[in-house]
C-alpha cells in the first residue's frame, strides 16, 4: 500500500495557478464555475447582438444565411449549456455546504472533475467557430436535417460530442449535490428545515441525473448514423424522424425546469432577507417545486404540438402543460405573500428577485397560451415563441441569478457589489430586456417566423425588429455595467462584515470570505431560517458560535481534503477522447486510456498529502 | 394612497398597448385577422386567452407593485410580524387557477378536434403538398393538376391538405386561413383550411429546413368556384408551343443547358425531371422561387441569372449543370432566351 500510496501522492498546499488547477475546495470550484460561465453569457450575448443587428433592419447583409444558422444555434447552447446550466452549478457550489452546514460537497475530487469536464465539453461545443463550421441545426438539432447527407460539416459532431461530455458533468455535479444534500446536513437539519434554495438544487439535480441520459440516447444514435451509417434517423431505411424528437423533448423539457428550479430557489431566498419575513407557505413553496419537478416529465409533447400527433395526444399535453401552471402561480403569490406585511428593503438583489416575479409573470402567462393546443398551432415557431422563452429565461433565470450574486458576492468576497451602479444595472437591465423581448410577441402575432436570417421589406415588421435590436444593445452596456461593479467592488467595494443584509440561513453565521473548512465547529439546527431564529426570535435556532467567534487560526485541526490534479488528467483524457471522435479513433483510444488511467490512479490516491497528518 | 392613483392610468394606458396595440392586423401574415374557420377558430381562442391572462397580469403586478410599495422599508422599522403562512388562502390560490385552467381545457379540446378534420359532411377536397428545400409542389389528386409554390383554391370548400417532405422537416403555415402542421419525410400528416373570401394569402415554412429556410414561402389564391374551374382546365393543357423566335430558341436552351434534368413540362417529352418546381404553367403563377419573386420578366431572368442570389445553398445552383460546368455556362442572348420560353408557359 505504501508505495502506490508513494507513487500517487497528493500535492501539498500549492499556490498561485496551481492552486486552483488541484482545487478540490468547493468555493473556488463555484468560483470557477461561476467565471467560466459569465464568460460564456458574454459569448452568447455577443451572438445575439450580431443577430439582432442582422434583423435590425429587411435584408440586412450583415451575416450570411449560413452563418447566421451557426449563430441563433450557438446562442441557445451556449447560453442554456454553458452559462445559465453552469451558473446554478456555480451558486449549488459556493451556496450548498454553506447553507447545510457542512465543511464541502461530499465528493470533492468529483466535484472538481465535473468542472473541468464542463470546461472541455465547452471547448469542444465551441471548436466549431475556430474550424468555420459550427453546428447550424438549431439547438433541438430535429432529424434528419442533421444528417451526414445534409450536414457533411463537423458542426453536428461537435454538437454530439460537446453535448455529450457536458452530460458526463452535469450528472456527476448532479449525483454530488443530491449526496452532499441527502447526507451532509448539519444536525438538526431536517428536510423540512432545509432552506428552499437546498430543495430547489435537490429537484434540480434529480432532473439531472434522469433527463441527461435520455438526450444522451439520442446523441449516440445520432453519432452512429453519422459516423458509422447506421439508420436511427435514416428515412429511406424505414426510420421514423419524431424519434428524435421525442427524445429531445423528453430531456428538453425537464432541462426548462433545470434552468428556472435553481432561479426560483434563489429568489425564495432573497425575498424572505430582505423583507425580514420568513417564506411565506414553506411547505408549499417546497411542494410545488417537487410538483413542477414531476409534472415537467408529462408536458414534452407541448413543443410537438404540430408534429401531427393527432387530437388525443395534443388535447393530453395541452391539459397537463396546463396544469403545470398551478404549482407556478402558487409560488408566485406566496413570493408576493413573503413580501406583504414584511419590511421590504429595496437594495439591488431583492429589486432582480421582484423583477424575476414581474418578467416571470409575462413569461408564464404566454407559456399558459401556448399550452392552448390548437392557437399555439398558430404560434409554434414565431418570434412570439421567442418572446415567451427570453423573459422565462433571461426574465426568470438569469434576473435571479443577478439577485444571488449581489445576494451573496459579499459573503465569497467579504465585499459589497455597489448599490449605486447595481442600481443602473437593474434598471437598464428592465429596460433593455422589455425592449429587446416584448415586441417580439407583436412579431410573432404578424407572422414572423423564428430563425429566418432575414426578411423581406412590406411586411410591416421593420419597425419592431428596430426596436428590439435598440433594446438588446441598451441590455448589452447594462451588462457591461455589472461586469465593471463586479471587478470594481472586488477590489474596492465596501467591506461587507459576516452578515451584510440580516441573513436568516446558517452561511450568514460563518466569515465572508468563509474559512476553508467553513464551519469551525458544524452548527446544531433546532429550526428553519435557524440563523434567524438566533438572532431575533427564540435563540434556539442554532447552537454555534456566530460570526465574531471565529477566529482565522482556529480549526487548526479541522481535517479538509487535501488537493488532486486527478480530476483535471481524468477530464482531459475524455476532452481528449471527445474530439477523437470527432477526428481520428486511436486520439479517442488514448482519451479513453488517459482517463481509465486517471480513474486508477484517484482510486488509490491517498486521502491526505504525506506530510498531513 | 397618493402613489396607488399615480401608478394607475399610465399603468391602463401603456396595457392598451402593452395588448394587441403594437400589432398590425393588416400586416399580410397577421394571426389577428383570420380569413376562414380554422383561423378564426384559432383566433377566438387566442382572443379568449388573452384577456384570461390580462386580467390576471393586471391584478397579480398590482398586487406585486402595491405590495412593494406599501411594504418598502421605513426608516427606524422594526422586525415585521413574522407570519407563516396562511392555509385558507394557499388553498384558495391554488384551487382558483386550477378551477380557471379546467374551464379553458374545454374549448381547447372542442377546437383541437375541430382543427384535425373539417366537420363531416362540409363540402371537401384533397390536395396533396410536398415539401422540398427550399419550395412545395402540389398536387390534386382529383383533377391531376400538378404545380408549384401556389394553391388554388375555391372560396368555401374545405381543403384537406395531405403533407410528406422529401428531405429534411417542414412546416406548412398560412397565417390567415390555418395554424401551422410540420411536413415530415417518411410521414403524411394532414390539416384543413378553407377560405371564406377571394384573395391571395401568404404562407411560409415555419420549421428551420436549412439556409434558405427564410425564403421558403408560397401563396394560397382563393377564388370563385368557376374560376377555379377555368384554372384547373387551363392546367390540364399541355405548355403552349414556342411561338417567337426567342421562345423557341429558348425551348432548344432549356434542354440543351440540361434545364430539363430537374424540371417537368407536360407536351415536351424531354423535359421530365422532378428535382425542381413543375414549369408547364410556370407563367400561368402569381410568383416564383417559392413566393419569394414576383413574376415579372426581370425576376424570372435575374433568378435564372443566378439563383443563389436570392435563395442561399438552393438546389438548382447547387447541382445545375448551367451553373456547375462553364460548358453550359449562360450568356446574355441565352438568359433572354430562357425568360422569354419561361413566360411564354402560360
Ligand atoms: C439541379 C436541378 C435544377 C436544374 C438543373 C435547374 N433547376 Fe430550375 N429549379 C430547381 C429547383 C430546386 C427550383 C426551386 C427553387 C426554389 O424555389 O427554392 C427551381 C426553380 C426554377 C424556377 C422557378 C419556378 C417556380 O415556380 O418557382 C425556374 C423558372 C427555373 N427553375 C428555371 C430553370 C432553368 C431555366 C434552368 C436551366 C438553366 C433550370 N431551372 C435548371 C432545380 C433545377
Ligand atoms: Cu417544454
Ligand atoms: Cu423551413
Request: charged share 15%.
Given at each position: 500500500?505504501?508505495?502506490?500510496?508513494?507513487?500517487?501522492?497528493?500535492?501539498?498546499?500549492?499556490?498561485?495557478?496551481?492552486?486552483?488547477?488541484?482545487?478540490?475546495?468547493?468555493?473556488?470550484?463555484?468560483?470557477?464555475?461561476?467565471?467560466?460561465?459569465?464568460?460564456?453569457?458574454?459569448?452568447?450575448?455577443?451572438?445575439?447582438?450580431?443577430?439582432?443587428?442582422?434583423?435590425?433592419?429587411?435584408?440586412?447583409?450583415?451575416?450570411?444565411?449560413?452563418?447566421?444558422?451557426?449563430?441563433?444555434?450557438?446562442?441557445?447552447?451556449?447560453?442554456?449549456?454553458?452559462?445559465?446550466?453552469?451558473?446554478?452549478?456555480?451558486?449549488?457550489?459556493?451556496?450548498?455546504?454553506?447553507?447545510?452546514?457542512?465543511?464541502?460537497?461530499?465528493?470533492?475530487?468529483?466535484?472538481?472533475?465535473?468542472?473541468?469536464?464542463?470546461?472541455?465539453?465547452?471547448?469542444?461545443?465551441?471548436?466549431?467557430?475556430?474550424?468555420?463550421?459550427?453546428?447550424?441545426?438549431?439547438?433541438?438539432?430535429?432529424?434528419?436535417?442533421?444528417?451526414?447527407?445534409?450536414?457533411?460539416?463537423?458542426?453536428?459532431?461537435?454538437?454530439?460530442?460537446?453535448?455529450?461530455?457536458?452530460?458526463?458533468?452535469?450528472?456527476?455535479?448532479?449525483?454530488?449535490?443530491?449526496?452532499?444534500?441527502?447526507?451532509?446536513?448539519?444536525?438538526?437539519?431536517?428536510?423540512?428545515?432545509?432552506?428552499?434554495?437546498?430543495?430547489?438544487?435537490?429537484?434540480?439535480?434529480?432532473?439531472?441525473?434522469?433527463?441527461?441520459?435520455?438526450?444522451?440516447?439520442?446523441?449516440?444514435?445520432?453519432?452512429?448514423?453519422?459516423?458509422?451509417?447506421?439508420?436511427?434517423?435514416?428515412?429511406?431505411?424505414?426510420?421514423?424522424?419524431?424519434?428524435?424528437?421525442?427524445?429531445?423533448?423528453?430531456?428538453?423539457?425537464?432541462?426548462?425546469?433545470?434552468?428556472?428550479?435553481?432561479?426560483?430557489?434563489?429568489?425564495?431566498?432573497?425575498?424572505?432577507?430582505?423583507?425580514?419575513?420568513?417564506?411565506?407557505?414553506?411547505?408549499?413553496?417546497?411542494?410545488?417545486?417537487?410538483?413542477?419537478?414531476?409534472?415537467?416529465?408529462?408536458?414534452?409533447?407541448?413543443?410537438?404540438?404540430?408534429?401531427?400527433?393527432?387530437?388525443?395526444?395534443?388535447?393530453?399535453?395541452?391539459?397537463?402543460?396546463?396544469?403545470?401552471?398551478?404549482?407556478?402561480?402558487?409560488?408566485?403569490?406566496?413570493?408576493?405573500?413573503?413580501?406583504?406585511?414584511?419590511?421590504?428593503?429595496?437594495?439591488?438583489?431583492?429589486?432582480?428577485?421582484?423583477?424575476?416575479?414581474?418578467?416571470?409573470?409575462?413569461?408564464?402567462?404566454?407559456?399558459?397560451?401556448?399550452?392552448?393546443?390548437?392557437?399555439?398551432?398558430?404560434?409554434?415557431?414565431?418570434?412570439?415563441?421567442?418572446?415567451?422563452?427570453?423573459?422565462?429565461?433571461?426574465?426568470?433565470?438569469?434576473?435571479?441569478?443577478?439577485?444571488?450574486?449581489?445576494?451573496?458576492?459579499?459573503?465569497?468576497?467579504?465585499?459589497?457589489?455597489?448599490?449605486?451602479?447595481?442600481?443602473?444595472?437593474?434598471?437598464?437591465?428592465?429596460?433593455?430586456?422589455?425592449?429587446?423581448?416584448?415586441?417580439?410577441?407583436?412579431?410573432?402575432?404578424?407572422?414572423?417566423?423564428?430563425?429566418?436570417?432575414?426578411?423581406?421589406?412590406?411586411?410591416?415588421?421593420?419597425?419592431?425588429?428596430?426596436?428590439?435590436?435598440?433594446?438588446?444593445?441598451?441590455?448589452?452596456?447594462?451588462?457591461?455595467?455589472?461586469?465593471?461593479?463586479?471587478?470594481?467592488?472586488?477590489?474596492?467595494?465596501?467591506?461587507?462584515?459576516?452578515?451584510?443584509?440580516?441573513?436568516?440561513?446558517?452561511?450568514?453565521?460563518?466569515?465572508?470570505?468563509?474559512?476553508?473548512?467553513?464551519?469551525?465547529?458544524?452548527?446544531?439546527?433546532?429550526?428553519?431560517?435557524?440563523?434567524?431564529?438566533?438572532?431575533?426570535?427564540?435563540?434556539?435556532?442554532?447552537?454555534?458560535?456566530?460570526?465574531?467567534?471565529?477566529?482565522?487560526?482556529?480549526?487548526?485541526?479541522?481535517?479538509?481534503?487535501?488537493?488532486?490534479?486527478?480530476?483535471?488528467?481524468?477530464?482531459?483524457?475524455?476532452?481528449?477522447?471527445?474530439?477523437?471522435?470527432?477526428?481520428?479513433?486511436?486520439?479517442?483510444?488514448?482519451?479513453?486510456?488517459?482517463?481509465?488511467?486517471?480513474?486508477?490512479?484517484?482510486?488509490?490516491?491517498?486521502?491526505?498529502?504525506?506530510?498531513?497528518? | 394612497?397618493?402613489?396607488?392613483?399615480?401608478?394607475?392610468?399610465?399603468?391602463?394606458?401603456?396595457?392598451?398597448?402593452?395588448?394587441?396595440?403594437?400589432?398590425?392586423?393588416?400586416?399580410?401574415?397577421?394571426?389577428?385577422?383570420?380569413?376562414?374557420?380554422?383561423?378564426?377558430?384559432?383566433?377566438?381562442?387566442?382572443?379568449?386567452?388573452?384577456?384570461?391572462?390580462?386580467?390576471?397580469?393586471?391584478?397579480?403586478?398590482?398586487?406585486?407593485?402595491?405590495?412593494?410599495?406599501?411594504?418598502?422599508?421605513?426608516?427606524?422599522?422594526?422586525?415585521?410580524?413574522?407570519?407563516?403562512?396562511?392555509?385558507?388562502?394557499?388553498?384558495?390560490?391554488?384551487?382558483?387557477?386550477?378551477?380557471?385552467?379546467?374551464?379553458?381545457?374545454?374549448?381547447?379540446?372542442?377546437?383541437?378536434?375541430?382543427?384535425?378534420?373539417?366537420?363531416?359532411?362540409?363540402?371537401?377536397?384533397?390536395?396533396?403538398?410536398?415539401?422540398?428545400?427550399?419550395?412545395?409542389?402540389?398536387?390534386?389528386?382529383?383533377?391531376?393538376?400538378?404545380?408549384?409554390?401556389?394553391?388554388?383554391?375555391?372560396?368555401?370548400?374545405?381543403?384537406?391538405?395531405?403533407?410528406?417532405?422529401?428531405?429534411?422537416?417542414?412546416?406548412?403555415?398560412?397565417?390567415?386561413?390555418?395554424?401551422?402542421?410540420?411536413?415530415?419525410?417518411?410521414?403524411?400528416?394532414?390539416?384543413?383550411?378553407?377560405?371564406?373570401?377571394?384573395?391571395?394569402?401568404?404562407?411560409?415554412?415555419?420549421?428551420?429546413?436549412?439556409?434558405?429556410?427564410?425564403?421558403?414561402?408560397?401563396?394560397?389564391?382563393?377564388?370563385?368556384?368557376?374560376?377555379?374551374?377555368?384554372?384547373?382546365?387551363?392546367?390540364?393543357?399541355d405548355a403552349p408551343q414556342p411561338a417567337t423566335e426567342a421562345e423557341t430558341t429558348g425551348a432548344q436552351l432549356f434542354i440543351t443547358k440540361a434545364c430539363i434534368a430537374c424540371h417537368k413540362i407536360e407536351g415536351v417529352p424531354a423535359a421530365a425531371g422532378?428535382?425542381g418546381?413543375?414549369l408547364t404553367?410556370v407563367a400561368?403563377?402569381?410568383?416564383?422561387?417559392?413566393?419569394?419573386?414576383?413574376?415579372?420578366e426581370?425576376?424570372v431572368r435575374?433568378?435564372i441569372k443566378?439563383?443563389?442570389?436570392?435563395?442561399?445553398?438552393?438546389?438548382m445552383?447547387?447541382?445545375g449543370l448551367a451553373y456547375?460546368n462553364p460548358q453550359f455556362a449562360l450568356n446574355e442572348d441565352d438568359l433572354n432566351n430562357l425568360t422569354a420560353y419561361i413566360l411564354s408557359l402560360k
Amino acid at each position: 500500500m505504501a508505495t502506490i500510496a508513494g507513487v500517487f501522492s497528493r500535492p501539498t498546499r500549492p499556490t498561485g495557478i496551481w492552486a486552483w488547477i488541484s482545487t478540490v475546495d468547493h468555493k473556488k470550484i463555484g468560483a470557477l464555475y461561476g467565471v467560466t460561465a459569465f464568460v460564456f453569457f458574454l459569448v452568447g450575448g455577443l451572438e445575439a447582438l450580431i443577430m439582432r443587428l442582422q434583423l435590425a433592419r429587411a435584408e440586412h447583409g450583415i451575416v450570411s444565411a449560413e452563418v447566421f444558422s451557426q449563430l441563433f444555434t450557438m446562442h441557445a447552447l451556449t447560453m442554456i449549456f454553458l452559462a445559465i446550466m453552469p451558473l446554478s452549478a456555480a451558486f449549488f457550489n459556493l451556496v450548498v455546504p454553506l447553507m447545510i452546514g457542512a465543511r464541502d460537497v461530499a465528493f470533492p475530487r468529483l466535484n472538481a472533475f465535473s468542472y473541468w469536464v464542463f470546461l472541455l465539453g465547452a471547448f469542444i461545443l465551441q471548436t466549431g467557430w475556430i474550424v468555420g463550421s459550427s453546428p447550424n441545426t438549431g439547438w433541438f438539432a430535429y432529424a434528419p436535417l442533421t444528417a451526414e447527407s445534409f450536414n457533411p460539416s463537423k458542426g453536428m459532431d461537435f454538437y454530439v460530442v460537446g453535448l455529450g461530455v457536458l452530460g458526463v458533468s452535469s450528472v456527476a455535479a448532479a449525483l454530488n449535490f443530491i449526496i452532499t444534500i441527502i447526507n451532509m446536513r448539519a444536525p438538526g437539519m431536517t428536510l423540512m428545515r432545509l432552506p428552499v434554495f437546498i430543495w430547489m438544487t435537490l429537484v434540480t439535480s434529480f432532473l439531472l441525473v434522469t433527463a441527461m441520459p435520455v438526450i444522451t440516447v439520442g446523441l449516440i444514435e445520432l453519432y452512429m448514423d453519422r459516423t458509422f451509417g447506421m439508420n436511427f434517423f435514416n428515412v429511406d431505411a424505414g426510420a421514423d424522424v419524431i424519434l428524435w424528437q421525442h427524445l429531445f423533448w423528453v430531456f428538453g423539457h425537464p432541462e426548462v425546469y433545470i434552468l428556472i428550479l435553481p432561479a426560483m430557489g434563489i429568489i425564495s431566498e432573497v425575498l424572505p432577507t430582505f423583507s425580514r419575513k420568513p417564506l411565506y407557505g414553506y411547505p408549499v413553496v417546497v411542494l410545488s417545486g417537487i410538483t413542477i419537478g414531476f409534472m415537467g416529465w408529462a408536458v414534452w409533447s407541448h413543443h410537438m404540438f404540430t408534429v401531427g400527433l393527432g387530437p388525443i395526444a395534443n388535447s393530453v399535453f395541452a391539459i397537463t402543460t396546463m396544469f403545470i401552471a398551478v404549482p407556478t402561480g402558487i409560488k408566485i403569490f406566496n413570493w408576493i405573500g413573503t413580501l406583504w406585511g414584511g419590511s421590504v428593503d429595496l437594495k439591488t438583489a431583492p429589486l432582480f428577485a421582484i423583477g424575476f416575479i414581474f418578467l416571470f409573470i409575462v413569461g408564464g402567462l404566454s407559456g399558459v397560451m401556448h399550452a392552448i393546443s390548437p392557437s399555439d398551432a398558430q404560434q409554434q415557431d414565431t418570434y412570439f415563441i421567442v418572446a415567451h422563452i427570453h423573459y422565462v429565461l433571461f426574465g426568470g433565470s438569469i434576473m435571479a441569478v443577478f439577485a444571488g450574486i449581489y445576494y451573496w458576492f459579499p459573503k465569497a468576497t467579504g465585499r459589497l457589489l455597489s448599490e449605486r451602479v447595481g442600481k443602473w444595472h437593474f434598471w437598464l437591465t428592465m429596460l433593455g430586456m422589455n425592449l429587446a423581448f416584448y415586441p417580439m410577441h407583436f412579431l410573432g402575432l404578424d407572422g414572423m417566423v423564428r430563425r429566418n436570417y432575414t426578411y423581406p421589406e412590406g411586411m410591416g415588421w421593420d419597425f419592431w425588429n428596430m426596436v428590439s435590436t435598440i433594446g438588446a444593445f441598451i441590455l448589452g452596456f447594462a451588462t457591461l455595467i455589472f461586469v465593471h461593479n463586479f471587478f470594481r467592488s472586488l477590489r474596492k467595494g465596501e467591506i461587507s462584515g459576516d452578515d451584510p443584509w440580516d441573513g436568516r440561513t446558517l452561511e450568514w453565521s460563518i466569515p465572508s470570505p468563509p474559512p476553508e473548512y467553513n464551519f469551525a465547529v458544524i452548527p446544531t439546527v433546532h429550526g428553519r431560517d435557524a440563523f434567524w431564529e438566533q438572532k431575533h426570535g427564540s435563540g434556539h435556532g442554532v447552537h454555534a458560535p456566530a460570526g465574531g467567534a471565529y477566529d482565522h487560526d482556529e480549526g487548526h485541526g479541522i481535517h479538509m481534503p487535501s488537493p488532486s490534479i486527478l480530476p483535471l488528467i481524468t477530464s482531459l483524457g475524455l476532452g481528449i477522447a471527445g474530439y477523437g471522435l470527432v477526428y481520428s479513433f486511436p486520439v479517442a483510444i488514448l482519451g479513453a486510456a488517459i482517463t481509465m488511467f486517471g480513474t486508477y490512479a484517484w482510486s488509490m490516491e491517498p486521502a491526505t498529502a504525506p506530510d498531513e497528518h | 394612497m397618493m402613489k396607488r392613483s399615480l401608478f394607475k392610468s399610465p399603468a391602463i394606458a401603456i396595457l392598451g398597448l402593452l395588448l394587441a396595440g403594437g400589432c398590425n392586423p393588416d400586416n399580410p401574415q397577421s394571426i389577428l385577422v383570420a380569413s376562414g374557420p380554422v383561423a378564426q377558430r384559432q383566433l377566438d381562442l387566442f382572443n379568449l386567452l388573452l384577456w384570461a391572462v390580462t386580467i390576471i397580469f393586471v391584478l397579480v403586478c398590482g398586487w406585486l407593485v402595491y405590495t412593494v410599495i406599501r411594504y418598502r422599508r421605513k426608516p427606524g422599522q422594526g422586525i415585521p410580524e413574522q407570519v407563516h403562512g396562511n392555509t385558507k388562502l394557499e388553498i384558495t390560490w391554488t384551487v382558483i387557477p386550477a378551477l380557471l385552467l379546467a374551464a379553458v381545457a374545454v374549448p381547447t379540446v372542442a377546437a383541437q378536434f375541430y382543427i384535425t378534420e373539417p366537420p363531416a359532411g362540409s363540402d371537401q377536397m384533397r390536395i396533396e403538398v410536398t415539401g422540398h428545400q427550399w419550395w412545395w409542389s402540389v398536387v390534386y389528386p382529383d383533377s391531376g393538376v400538378v404545380t408549384a409554390n401556389e394553391i388554388r383554391v375555391p372560396v368555401g370548400k374545405a381543403v384537406v391538405v395531405d403533407l410528406t417532405a422529401e428531405d429534411v422537416i417542414h412546416s406548412f403555415w398560412i397565417p390567415k386561413l390555418a395554424g401551422k402542421i410540420d411536413v415530415v419525410p417518411g410521414k403524411t400528416t394532414s390539416m384543413w383550411f378553407q377560405a371564406d373570401e377571394p384573395g391571395e394569402y401568404l404562407g411560409q415554412c415555419a420549421e428551420f429546413c436549412g439556409e434558405s429556410h427564410a425564403w421558403m414561402k408560397f401563396r394560397v389564391i382563393a377564388q370563385s368556384p368557376e374560376e377555379y374551374e377555368a384554372w384547373t382546365q387551363a392546367q390540364l393543357a399541355d405548355a403552349p408551343q414556342p411561338a417567337t423566335e426567342a421562345e423557341t430558341t429558348g425551348a432548344q436552351l432549356f434542354i440543351t443547358k440540361a434545364c430539363i434534368a430537374c424540371h417537368k413540362i407536360e407536351g415536351v417529352p424531354a423535359a421530365a425531371g422532378v428535382i425542381g418546381p413543375n414549369l408547364t404553367h410556370v407563367a400561368s403563377r402569381t410568383a416564383i422561387a417559392a413566393g419569394v419573386l414576383d413574376n415579372t420578366e426581370e425576376n424570372v431572368r435575374a433568378w435564372i441569372k443566378d439563383p443563389s442570389e436570392f435563395k442561399p445553398g438552393n438546389i438548382m445552383n447547387r447541382d445545375g449543370l448551367a451553373y456547375t460546368n462553364p460548358q453550359f455556362a449562360l450568356n446574355e442572348d441565352d438568359l433572354n432566351n430562357l425568360t422569354a420560353y419561361i413566360l411564354s408557359l402560360k
